[in-house]
C-alpha cells in the first residue's frame, strides 16, 4: 500500500531523472538538486493527505512553498523548488501521469538580485601584470597560473570548463577555445594575444615538465600532472588578490563576471556578450548591465555639481 503519493508509481522518479538528464540536459548539480526538491514535496503532501499523484492541487503546491518560506530559505531556494515542481508536473501530464498540471499557477518570489563583485579594468589589469611577474621564474606551475588566468579573463569561460580543456581544444593560431559549457552544450570563445602568449608560454616551458602517464590530454596541469581541479584555480586566484589593495572578494568566476562587465562598458552588444558567455536566456546576461549602470551612477554622483 502506497505511504506517499508518489510511491503507485515505483519508477516515477527514476523515469523524471532520465528526462533531465537526457532530454533536457540538466547539470548533475541540478538534477540531485530536484529529486532532493520532490521528495521532499512527495513527504510534504504525504503530510496533508494526500494519496496519490493525480489528487495534487495548487493549493497544495503554494502550502509546500509557503513552509518553506516560513522555515527560512532563501527566496532563490524557494524559487528553485517552484521550479522543481514546475518542470515535474508538466513532464508528468505531457506522459499521461496526470491529466492536468497543478503548477500551472504556481508562482514563487522572485529571487533576491545579487550584484556579482567585478574588478574594475585597471585592477584586471594589474592582476594580470602581476600573473605575469610571477611567471618571470619561469616555474611551470607559476608559467600555468599565469595562462589560466589570462584565458579565463579574456574568454569569460567559466571555471570547469577552464578545467576539462584538452590540448586540442585550444587553437592558439586563430585565438580561439572549444569549451564545453552547461547541458554539454559546445561552443567557440575567442581570447586576445595576451592570452595567446601566456599559453604558449606554459606549454613551451612549463607542461612538458609537469606531464605525466596519467595527463591525458588536459591542457593545465596540477603539481603531480593530473588535469587542475577547479580548487587549485581558485587558490591561484585568491593568492594573487591578496596583493592587490581593494579588489573585492571573488573567486574564479569573478573573472568571467568583470569580462562580461567590461565587455559591455567598451560597448559590446548584449547578445554578443550573451553567446560568448554561454547562457541560454538573455535574461542572465543582462545583470551585467546593472552592474555597469550601478558603476555609472557611483561616477555620476561622485562627479555631477547637481547630482
Known sequence: MSTTPFDADRHLLEAFEQHLRIEKGRSEHTVRAYLGDLTALDEFLAGRGVAALPEVRLTD???????IGAAGA?????????????????????????????????????KEKHLPGVLRAPQAGALMELAG????????LHLRNRAMLELLYASGMRVGELTGLDMDDVDLEAGTARVLGKGDKE?????????????????AAG????????????????????????RQVRSTLQDLLAHLPDTPPMGPHGLRHSAATHLLEGGADLRTVQELLGHA????TQIYTHVSVDRLRSAYQQAHPRA
Open 61 to 67: 503546491l503554494r502550502a509546500w512553498l509557503g513552509s
Open 74 to 110: 532563501s527566496r532563490s531556494t524557494v524559487s528553485r523548488r517552484a521550479a522543481a515542481a514546475k518542470t515535474f508536473f508538466r513532464w508528468t501530464q505531457q506522459t499521461g501521469r496526470t491529466g492536468s498540471d497543478p503548477s500551472l499557477r504556481l508562482v514563487a518570489p522572485g
Open 133 to 140: 611577474v610571477a611567471a618571470d621564474d619561469e616555474d611551470p
Open 187 to 203: 561552443r567557440v570563445v575567442p581570447f586576445g594575444a595576451p592570452a595567446a602568449e601566456a599559453v604558449t608560454g606554459w606549454l
Open 207 to 230: 607542461r612538458a615538465r609537469l606531464v605525466t602517464a596519467e595527463s591525458g590530454a588536459a591542457l593545465f596541469l596540477g603539481r603531480r600532472g593530473r588535469r587542475v581541479d577547479q
Open 281 to 284: 536566456s538573455l535574461a542572465t
